[in-house]
């Protein structure tokens, strides 16, 4: 698959190519250090499966560059990746039809499962990107709600883990491990095991 990374630091930009190309060989990445830049790229070769930009590089001009990218290509996911993104920023950014927000505070396996989780269709926003309504504030607090046993499963499944594999470490049945899952996934708001993993990291960071 060709990704568009877009981004004006080059140690930023080299570290996540880097990650992606190590944990996602077939992968062909190409790089742009601006929305101008990256655009024409798009326009002389626009067969990408996904396109990252970064939200602060020269070109942008706020969230016009993602208006324009999205216009660009409407079936096509297009992220936005930032260091200090605003909740509004955020919030308007998925209302123009990103698939999702990468804080570059995410790890180099994060990064590459939220990829992943956003190629399989699903949007990515991270615990603390957005305001969340006041009804939703015990979901918010999820994390604090697990049980001793869904945390003990939950560091599984940061790692990679598979039911089987989790319920051998932990001496239960994998029938058990499936409802420990589906109650993790429950109290985080997340859709899948891979979704509950990475909000609980990005959870750890915001604190």
């Not at 990408?48 to 290509?73: H, K, Q, S, T, Y």
């Not at 039911?163 to 470490?169: D, F, G, S, V």
Request: net charge negative.
């Amino acid at each position: 698959m060709r990704i568009l990374l877009a981004d004006d630091h080059n140690m930023v930009r080299d570290a996540l190519k880097s990650y992606i190309e190590r944990l996602e060989p077939d992968a062909e990445i190409v790089s742009a250090d601006s929305f101008t830049t990256a655009y024409k790229a798009v326009e002389e070769a626009g067969d990408f499966a996904l396109v990252i930009l970064d939200l602060r590089m020269p070109g942008m001009d706020g969230l016009d560059g993602l208006r324009r990218m999205r216009e660009r290509l409407p079936d096509v996911p297009v992220v936005i990746m930032s260091g200090g993104a605003s909740h509004e920023d955020v919030r308007t950014a998925i209302d123009l039809g990103a698939q999702g927000f990468l804080p570059k505070t995410l790890t180099g396996p994060a990064l590459v499962s939220a990829i992943r989780l956003i190629m399989a269709g699903e949007k990515f926003v991270p615990f603390g990107a957005v305001d969340a309504p006041a009804v939703e504030s015990a979901e918010a607090d999820g994390h604090a709600l697990l049980t001793q046993r869904e945390r003990e499963v939950l560091q599984y499944l940061e790692k990679g883990w598979s039911n089987k594999e989790i319920a051998r470490a932990l001496e239960l049945q994998e029938v058990t491990i499936k409802l420990h899952i589906r109650g993790i996934c429950r109290k985080l708001g997340a859709k899948n095991r891979t979704q509950a993993a990475l909000r609980a990291q990005e959870a750890r960071r915001l604190q």
